[in-house]
């Protein structure tokens, strides 16, 4: 495996975490205060979802499907991102928030309010990301997909919102722990996919 290929892998990895819920150069990096960290070695100690108790958007119902069609056995590494994009993709077809490879920005609002109305912090949070992440990914029609596989626009629209989630989770829902601090600080400083 080339290195280009093998951080792909990683910051695939690390999407996928942040889903379900081109990284990096090998120079450290060092913020005052702060452990090196060095782009090549992500943190996986801790699940991102164990560090910033985020609602979940999606009811459990709509995912079931999801889950049987895309997940729940052991994945060998090279499955595991276009595993990522079906289930992502077939999440937000569930909840009618990506029709025909098209992001409705209104409905994704819509769920936002729904799932968060009874914490302002997190409903802006989400919000904020959501609109963000429009910007930079786009809302359709650029997805790469190939004809066996899925559209990438849902598991790459996902990836960035939970990454601006992360990094940005309010305090009264983040666990201030050695590794969750180290998995952010990795996210802020190494160079993200999008």
Not at 12 to 18: Q, S, V
Not at 29 to 36: H, I, L, M, N, S
């Amino acid at each position: 495996m080339v290195p280009h290929q093998r951080t792909d892998s990683r910051w695939r990895l690390i999407l996928l975490l942040l889903s379900s819920w081109n990284c990096c150069g090998a120079l450290p990096f060092q913020a005052e205060g702060q452990p090196v960290v060095h782009c090549n070695q992500p943190p996986l100690e801790v699940h991102p979802k164990d560090c910033c108790q985020l609602p979940s958007l999606i009811d459990e119902e709509l995912l079931r499907n999801c889950k049987t069609l895309y997940g729940g056995e052991p994945l060998q590494r090279k499955l595991i991102y276009e595993r990522g994009k079906c289930f992502v993709e077939c999440a937000l077809n569930a909840t009618g928030t990506l029709v025909g490879g098209v992001l409705d920005q209104a409905k994704i609002l819509h769920v936002i309010v729904t799932a968060t109305q009874n914490d302002p912090a997190v409903m802006q949070l989400f919000q904020s990301s959501t609109l963000q992440c429009f910007q930079t990914v786009g809302a359709g029609g650029g997805g790469a997909s190939n004809p066996a596989g899925c559209n990438s626009l849902g598991v790459d629209f996902v990836g960035c919102v939970n990454i601006k989630n992360f990094v940005n989770c309010p305090p009264h829902i983040w666990s201030n722990s050695a590794q969750c601090n180290a998995l952010r600080q990795y996210i802020l400083e190494c160079p993200q996919p999008f």
